[in-house]
Nanobody, 128 residues
Framework: QLQLVESGGGLVNPGGSARLSCAATGFTLDDYAINWFRQAPGKEREGIACISSSGQITHTTGSVKGRFTASRDDAKSLAYLQMNNLKSEDTGVYYC?????????????????????WGKGTQVTVSS
């Protein structure tokens, strides 16, 4: 059964850190780039980070640049989003999504329209 499950969310103090995990079941993970998205309250879902199939290319966008880092461990079928110096505006539901690519490619789009499989999301709340 194909499944993506995010975990690691919760309540975090401003300035704190958290690491989200995305567990992939039933996938050959190197067939996919991994994208991370966030949906803040009252806003549309936005792409914030991605990592290529090769693991050598990562992108972050907008306000998370320099604070968030995407990584992956294909042997464990896991992807991670390390989030540092969290701010109240980082509050939202975080999703991982798989984008089908050539295995080993150095590409990820960060666009939801390219995602073939989605997780159900994990809530991150940044508040004191």
């Amino acid at each position: 059964q194909l499944q993506l499950v995010e975990s690691g969310g919760g309540l975090v103090n401003p300035g704190g850190s958290a690491r989200l995990s995305c567990a992939a079941t039933g996938f050959t993970l190197d067939d996919y780039a991994i994208n991370w998205f966030r949906q803040a309250p009252g806003k549309e879902r936005e792409g914030i980070a991605c990592i290529s199939s090769s693991g050598q290319i990562t992108h972050t966008t907008g306000s998370v640049k320099g604070r968030f880092t995407a990584s992956r461990d294909d042997a464990k079928s896991l992807a991670y989003l390390q989030m540092n110096n969290l701010k109240s505006e980082d509050t939202g539901v975080y999703y991982c999504g798989l984008e089908r690519v050539r295995p080993g490619s150095h590409y990820c789009s960060g666009h939801g329209g390219n995602v073939a499989y989605w997780g159900k999301g994990t809530q991150v709340t940044v508040s004191s």
